[in-house]
């Protein structure tokens, strides 16, 4: 499995080495998910109120963990999720990949019923109603040992005071309805009590609703494709007759896999709406704006909605793809598709659009990386793309779309899951590239050529034989404020291993990212999205979803110095318009360079300052710079202090 990485733009803060020994990361997913719903692998969201307090909780059950509890932190009509209890710290994810509730035992309070791997369970609560707590019951379904990954639900299917079974297979896609034989102190299920209702397609999903209101369980079945299947009880609440009714979740659930519904009167309103969870994690919700017997859906992406999953392999660049001042994000997948997030928000406040469809032809195989930047000097952003096969692949930016250029890394080849990162490191105003692949080694591959016709050689054990143990995803930034780009690495195992550049000696300091990791092959970016002058971090993870890392190192307003040995220069006006005015006391050292960097990390100015006597006042015409944030750097002897600037 590929470990996905990546990166982005950079934010070059040459200063003073004052800083701490480990960085002050402070994670909020919300940059990539603001209503806080996480997204995982395969959902599958039930609820129930386990809290009895009046209003339904969710949990959803996945395939890389134990279910997850959200408690419902609003209102029976308003609901709002937020992380609650972990009620279910002592169950296995192989027991249970999807989980319901009731009462099997009859005492009055909500039991857990639990499909998964190895097969159905029974977790009693042995708490209370408002304090449940769940313990396995051995056995309980013996008789339908070795059906791995049931998916059940409860319902008094005939009307007879107990609840029955209904369970989706997983191989085949049957979907049966076991009636309790027991009774509903104490339920029993057997083969020879058995209903089957079909085949649906592999991985059935079922749940009994009451979807026409007229008193008696109807069966609603969810699937590895497209849509769902609906089985209306035709019959009577006793004896129910179970109709297919084609089409009457026409268009619905049509462009996600492996939909596991529940329809639940999710807003208190007496109608029944439908969440359902999807293979790449984000849930799906119609509101129900019908009646209690002719349901109208309408869906709502508010209360779910928002989350950036892109499916799998997900590995975030960061850089200022339309020239507006604030980062874009660009990422590989898992199916090698390139997507592309446009911030449509600000430099300081993101917010993200997808607009991908301009970027279809960088496929190439699954596993994708991708990295941006000008190759060839035209103002335009060309794209480098790696994948599974460890090769490397170049995009030239036409303007009009992206011209495919085989020959450009012919006869190079990383033996497998590429990652590509261009930077200029060594400091000769072009783009070089670095590559990590899948055996955790880090390539060096320089740019000798300059910024208009690149030439591309590789410099053997320019990283001094670093090794990440697997799939090696490289990312830069100066997070030690010395001038020089600093190396944070992804692996498979979720790590994320710091290299602090020492004048070339690329020396490993395992405190810079305490306590910052990531799930499985998990691919670090670096980019300034909170416009405080500093690089924040973005882990992509091999589920495909994001996790954010402020920064709290540097955070400081227009004009504001960043930590460094005092100059004590000053700038006027700030916010500017077009000439910007740098003032330097007499009492501190010769200025000797200029340069200004976007947040992104380009340098857009690069000025020597030759004259010999002292200048204690300079003046910047800047009216070539695009509105936005900047970081102005000012290097005096060993000196050097990094202003942030506007530009109106």
């Known amino acids: 499995m590929k470990n996905f990485s990546k990166v982005a733009s950079i934010v070059l803060l040459s200063i003073v080495p004052c800083w701490l020994n480990a960085q002050p990361w402070v994670q909020n997913d919300a940059m990539f998910n603001p209503t806080g719903i996480p997204s995982l692998p395969f959902s599958q969201p039930r609820f129930a109120d386990l809290d009895n307090d009046g209003?339904?909780?969710?949990?959803?059950g996945n395939i890389n963990d134990k279910p997850f509890y959200m408690e419902n932190v609003g209102t029976a009509e308003a609901p709002q999720f937020a992380p609650g209890e972990d009620y279910f710290a002592g169950v296995s994810y192989l027991d249970a990949e999807v989980a319901v509730f009731a009462d099997l035992d009859n005492d009055g309070d909500l039991d857990m019923i639990t499909g998964g791997y190895t097969g159905l369970h029974f977790f009693?609560?042995?708490?209370?109603?408002?304090?449940?707590?769940?313990?396995?019951?051995?056995?309980?379904?013996?008789?339908?040992?070795?059906?791995n990954y049931p998916v059940p639900d409860l319902a008094d299917v005939d009307d007879d005071g107990d609840l029955d079974l209904v369970i989706g297979l997983s191989e085949d896609g049957q979907v049966?309805?076991?009636?309790?034989?027991?009774?509903?102190?104490?339920?029993a299920f057997s083969e020879a009590n058995v209903t089957e209702i079909g085949d649906v397609g592999l991985y059935a999903y079922p749940c009994f609703p009451d979807l026409d209101n007229d008193g008696d369980v109807d069966l609603f079945v969810g699937r590895d494709g497209f849509g769902f299947r609906y089985y209306q009880n035709t019959g009577t609440s006793t004896i129910p007759e179970w109709?297919?009714?084609?089409?009457?979740?026409?268009?619905?659930?049509?462009?996600?896999y492996w939909n596991s519904p529940d329809l639940i009167d999710l807003d208190n309103d007496g109608t029944l709406d439908l969440i359902f969870g999807t293979a790449s994690g984000p849930l799906v919700y119609y509101v129900n704006t019908g009646t209690p017997e002719l349901a109208e859906w309408q869906q709502n992406e508010s209360l779910f909605g928002g989350v950036i999953d892109v499916g799998g392999a997900s590995n975030p660049y960061f850089v200022d793809y339309d020239g507006d001042g604030d980062l874009d994000m660009f990422t590989g997948t898992q199916m090698g598709d390139i997507k592309f997030f446009e911030n449509t928000g600000t430099a300081n406040s993101p917010s993200w659009l997808e607009q991908s469809d301009g970027f279809t032809s960088l496929k190439h195989s699954i596993y994708s990386d991708?990295?941006?930047?000008?190759?060839?000097?035209?103002?335009?952003?060309?794209a480098v793309v790696g994948d599974l096969s460890g090769n490397l692949f170049h995009h030239q930016n036409s303007g009009f779309g992206f011209n495919y250029i085989e020959s450009t890394f012919a006869?190079?080849?990383?033996g497998g899951w590429s990652s590509p990162y261009l930077i200029d490191i060594d400091n000769d105003e072009d783009l070089d590239l670095v590559v990590g692949n899948e055996s955790g080694q880090v390539h060096f591959i320089e740019n000798q050529g300059d910024s208009q016709n690149a030439v591309w050689v590789e410099v053997p054990n320019y990283f001094g034989g670093i090794d990440v143990g697997s799939n090696a995803v490289p990312s830069f930034a100066d997070l030690d404020f010395d001038g020089e780009l600093d190396m944070t690495v992804g692996n498979i195992s979720g790590n994320v291993k710091y290299f602090e550049n020492e004048n070339g000696n690329w020396v490993a300091n395992n405190l810079i990212m305490a306590g910052v990791s990531g799930g499985q092959n998990t691919s670090p970016g670096f980019g300034d999205l909170d416009g405080d002058g500093d690089a924040d971090l973005t882990l992509g993870n091999y589920d495909g979803t994001f996790n954010y890392f402020q920064n709290m190192e540097i955070v400081v307003?227009?004009?504001?110095?960043?930590?460094t040995l005092s100059l004590?220069?000053?700038?006027?006006?700030?916010?500017?318009?077009?000439?910007?005015?740098?003032?330097i006391p007499s009492t501190a050292p010769q200025i000797k360079a200029i340069k200004i960097y976007d947040a992104g990390g380009r340098l857009w100015i690069d000025q020597v300052i030759e004259s010999e006597s002292k200048q204690n006042s300079i003046n910047l015409n800047l009216e070539q710079l695009p509105a936005g944030v900047y970081l102005l750097k000012i290097t005096a002897d060993k000196h050097s202090e990094t202003l942030r600037i506007v530009k109106q």
């Open 370 to 382: 991708v990295a941006v930047g000008d190759l060839n000097g035209d103002g335009r952003m060309d």
């Open 411 to 414: 006869g190079f080849s990383f």
């Open 557 to 563: 307003g227009a004009g504001e110095k960043l930590p």
């Open 243 to 256: 109709t297919y009714i084609e089409g009457a979740f026409a268009g619905m659930g049509e462009d996600t």
């Open 124 to 147: 009693e609560n042995t708490g209370n109603v408002s304090s449940p707590e769940f313990e396995e019951q051995p056995g309980f379904f013996t008789i339908l040992a070795g059906i």
């Open 568 to 583: 004590n220069a000053t700038v006027s006006p700030n916010p500017f318009t077009s000439v910007l005015n740098l003032n």
């Open 176 to 187: 049966k309805i076991y009636e309790n034989t027991g009774t509903a102190d104490a339920a």
């Open 55 to 60: 209003d339904l909780d969710m949990i959803i």
